[in-house]
């Protein structure tokens, strides 16, 4: 079975610019969460979508970024207007029972905002 | 604010020898309890869990252990393999209606063959 798929794995981009990853969940699963990883911060959730519904994105730093679930088996966050702080691997993980914390994590979308 | 801490950014141990890696967490609301392990260039993987309602759990080599009134956990590996070297999160939920997973810094075992 396939994992959680994320593109693209690697973004090299200039500040300003605008940024879009993409995630596809593990078929059937209902929940899906987008975390962001940093060397000063760890790993930090963003936002987190049950049945395609954002439940929590108290984690979304500012306007700049927005999420989007259109369907089961796509979301995405979007960064507009991309900044060096920005700069980041971005995970998204999606679980079948949200109760039991076990998340299914992608590879990461590894983010350089120059 | 920082829920939950590993303040051992690193381990280094001997193959064969034991691994404890030790998380401790502030938010008295956390109701269960995880640990995953992550390789360079992947995302983390699901190791082990323990409700709080437990103190301990096991799986294999892997042993997770709760004190709920220190508010600490600790994994134990044993015996410790080199193919266990990776970075290892704590992460901790709270129940009610919202399931946000709130995780460690992480710290990185490395075992010595």
């Keep these: 079975d396939a994992g959680v798929i994320q593109s693209p794995r690697h973004e090299v981009t200039e500040m300003g610019q605008e940024v879009t990853l993409r995630c596809k969940p593990i078929s059937g699963h209902n ?8 060397m000063m911060r760890g790993l930090e959730l963003l936002i987190y979508f049950n049945n395609n519904v954002p439940i929590d994105d108290s984690g979304m730093p500012e306007d700049r970024f927005s999420a989007k679930m259109p369907n089961a088996s796509f979301s995405t966050l979007k960064i507009q207007p991309s900044e060096p702080r920005d700069s980041a691997v971005y995970f998204c993980a999606s679980s079948l029972y949200e109760r039991t914390g076990e998340l299914f994590f992608g590879e990461g979308s590894r983010l350089t905002v120059l | 604010d920082q829920q939950v801490k590993q303040n051992s950014p690193s381990l280094s141990v001997q193959e064969g020898r034991i691994s404890i890696l030790n998380c401790d967490y502030t938010n008295s609301m956390f109701d269960y309890f995880l640990w995953y392990k992550k390789y360079p260039a992947e995302g983390p993987t699901f190791l082990i869990s323990i409700s709080s309602i437990k103190d301990k759990n096991e799986d294999g080599r892997f042993t997770v252990f709760l004190n709920k009134s220190a508010k600490h956990l600790s994994l134990h590996i044993v015996p410790s393999q080199p193919g266990d070297s990776a970075v290892y999160f704590c ?23």
């Design chain 1, 31 to 38: 929940s899906l969460f987008w975390y962001r990883q940093t």
């Design chain 2, 91 to 113: 992460a901790a939920r709270s129940g009610g209606s919202n399931y946000k997973l709130t995780f460690g810094k992480g710290t990185l075992l490395t075992v010595n063959p």
